[in-house]
Nanobody, 127 residues
Framework: QLQLVESGGGLVQPGGTLRLSCTAS????????VAWFRQSPGKEREGVSC????????YTVDSVKGRFTISRNNAKNTVYLQMDSLKPEDTAVYYC????????????????????WGQGTQVTVSS
């Protein structure tokens, strides 16, 4: 059974930086496509970015493109989300998720396609 644990969240001022980590145990993460999602109170869960295990392709939604960067380190069994130039509207609980997909990623991640989820980490952007 694959288990995921997020870390790296916290309180940061607008314009600041955070790096979230999603570390796996139980199985190797390089067998899965991995995505980051976020959800803030009163809003639907939003897929932010995903990275393929097949060809390393990446998809990032427009609202964070150019500010957020997903990457993976298979040796550490970890996927990261580097978040720069943070805005108050980025405030949310961020979740990583892993799923079975062998191919290029070319659209926003859909939570229904992901099987394994972490518990989430809170990101608050506020002055």
């Amino acid at each position: 059974q694959l288990q995921l644990v997020e870390s790296g969240g916290g309180l940061v001022q607008p314009g600041g930086t955070l790096r979230l980590s999603c570390t796996a145990s139980g199985r190797t993460l390089d067998s899965y496509v991995v995505a980051w999602f976020r959800q803030s109170p009163g809003k639907e869960r939003e897929g932010v970015s995903c990275i393929s295990n097949y060809d390393g392709s990446i998809y990032t939604v427009d609202s964070v493109k150019g500010r957020f960067t997903i990457s993976r380190n298979n040796a550490k069994n970890t996927v990261y989300l580097q978040m720069d130039s943070l805005k108050p509207e980025d405030t949310a609980v961020y979740y990583c998720a892993a799923g079975w997909y062998e191919g290029t990623v070319n659209r926003a991640p859909d939570g229904r396609e992901y099987t394994y989820w972490g518990q989430g980490t809170q990101v608050t952007v506020s002055s």
